[in-house]
C-alpha cells in the first residue's frame, strides 16, 4: 500500500498537531481546548485564569495558520460576503451556546477529551453528528428543491 | 514559572497547532460533511491518526509524571442530555457557517473575515448561558466526571490501547479504500493522474 508523498503530507501534519498536543501537556500540564478559550471575552478567566490560557494559545493558532498560509500562497483576504453573514452569525451564536452549555463540547472532544476517555466528549462528539446531521438533511432538501 | 511566562509558551504551542493544522487542512465540519455525503473520508483519515497518537502519548504521560495522565474532559451534565443537546448545537453552528473551533481559527489565519464575524458571534451565545441559563440550570447539572475505563471497569492502559489500534485499522482501511477509489477514477476518466479531483487542497490530501 504505496503512500504518496501528497497523501502523506497532510498526516504528517496531523500527526504534528497531535504530537505538539502531547509535548505541551508532558511539558507545561495543559491540552488544547477550544470552545470554553473563549469565555475571556465575556469576562470569564476560569480557575487559576485557564481559559485566559487558552485563549492565548488559540491567539497563537491564528498567528500559526497565517504563517501556514503565507508561507504556502494560500493566504488571500476575503471580505466578508453580506448574504453569508447571517448565517455565519446564526452559526457562530449556536456554537456560543453549545460550548458553554456543556465544557468540552466542541472540537477538543475530538482531539483531547475522546483520547482521554473522557465520557462527555462521547456523548457530545454524538450530539455534534446528530445536530449537523439535521442541518445537513436540511440545507440538501433546500438545495434539492 | 511565572504565568506571563506560561501564557508566552503557550502562544509558542499556539502557533505550532496553527501551522500544522492550516497545513493539514483540517476541520471537523468539513469532516461530518464528507461523512454524510458519503465520500472522502479525508477529516476522518486525520481524526483516526490524531485519536492513536494522542491517546497513547496521553496514556504514557501518567507513568512519567503522576500528576498528569488520563483525566476527564469537561463535565457530564444532567446524566448526558446537556452534553447531547450543546453537542446538537455546536454540530449545527458548524455545519451552518462552515467551520468549527479549529476551522474558524484556521480559516482567519488564512484571510477570511467572514469568520471573524463567526468567532464573535460566539460572545452573544456564551452570555445567554453563562447570564441567562446557568442560573435557571444549575440545580439541573448534577455534574460528574467520569473515564470510560472506569464506566467500563477496565484498566485505561486496555481500553486506550484497544481504541488506539481500532483507530489505527480504520485509518488503513480509508487509505485503501481512498487509494482503490483513486486508481479506478484515474483509469475510467480523462487518464490523467489528476483528473477531476476536485480543490488543491483535497488533492494534496488525498
Not at chain 2, 465520500?39 to 490524531?50: D, E, F, T
Request: glycine share 14%; with cysteine.
Amino acid at each position: 500500500m504505496p503512500i504518496s508523498s501528497r497523501q502523506a503530507r497532510p498526516l504528517l501534519f496531523a500527526a504534528g498537531f497531535a504530537l505538539l498536543n502531547v509535548a505541551m501537556y508532558f511539558a507545561l500540564g495543559k491540552f488544547w481546548i477550544g470552545g470554553s478559550s473563549f469565555l475571556p471575552m465575556i469576562g470569564e478567566l476560569g480557575p487559576e485564569k485557564k481559559f485566559l490560557f487558552a485563549f492565548i494559545v488559540n491567539m497563537g493558532v491564528i498567528a500559526g495558520a497565517f504563517l501556514g498560509a503565507t508561507s504556502s500562497r494560500e493566504f488571500r483576504l476575503r471580505w466578508p460576503r453580506p448574504a453569508l453573514l447571517p448565517k455565519a452569525i446564526l452559526g457562530g451564536v449556536l456554537i456560543g451556546v453549545g460550548v458553554t452549555l456543556a465544557p468540552g463540547t466542541c472540537t477538543t472532544a475530538f482531539v483531547t477529551g475522546l483520547p482521554m476517555l473522557s465520557v462527555s466528549s462521547f456523548l457530545s462528539a454524538a450530539g455534534i453528528f446528530i445536530g449537523g446531521f439535521i442541518v445537513f438533511q436540511f440545507t440538501m432538501r433546500r438545495v434539492a428543491r | 514559572m511565572s504565568f506571563e511566562v506560561l501564557l508566552a509558551l503557550g502562544f509558542a504551542f499556539g502557533i505550532g497547532f496553527g501551522y500544522f493544522v492550516q497545513r493539514a487542512g483540517f476541520c471537523i465540519a468539513v469532516g461530518l460533511a464528507e461523512i454524510y455525503m458519503g465520500h472522502g473520508k479525508r477529516i476522518a483519515k486525520l481524526l483516526a491518526l490524531i485519536f492513536a497518537i494522542t491517546s497513547v502519548g496521553f496514556l504514557l504521560s501518567g507513568h512519567f509524571n503522576p500528576s498528569l495522565g488520563l483525566k476527564p474532559i469537561g463535565q457530564i451534565r444532567g446524566f448526558g442530555f446537556y452534553n447531547l443537546a450543546a453537542g446538537m448545537l455546536f454540530g449545527a453552528g458548524i455545519l451552518l457557517n462552515g467551520g468549527c473551533i479549529l476551522g474558524t481559527l484556521r480559516q482567519i489565519g488564512e484571510g477570511n473575515l467572514t469568520f471573524v464575524v463567526v468567532l464573535l458571534s460566539f460572545i452573544p451565545g456564551m452570555a445567554i448561558v453563562v447570564h441567562v441559563l446557568d442560573p435557571l440550570l444549575v440545580h439541573g447539572y448534577h455534574v460528574q466526571k467520569p473515564l470510560l475505563s472506569g464506566l467500563l471497569g477496565a484498566p485505561a492502559s486496555y481500553v486506550t490501547l484497544a481504541l488506539a489500534i481500532a483507530a489505527t485499522a480504520w485509518l488503513v482501511r480509508l487509505h485503501r479504500r481512498s487509494t482503490k477509489g483513486r486508481r479506478g477514477a484515474s483509469l475510467s476518466d480523462t487518464g490523467t493522474m489528476d483528473g477531476g479531483e476536485g480543490t488543491s487542497r483535497e488533492r494534496r490530501a488525498g
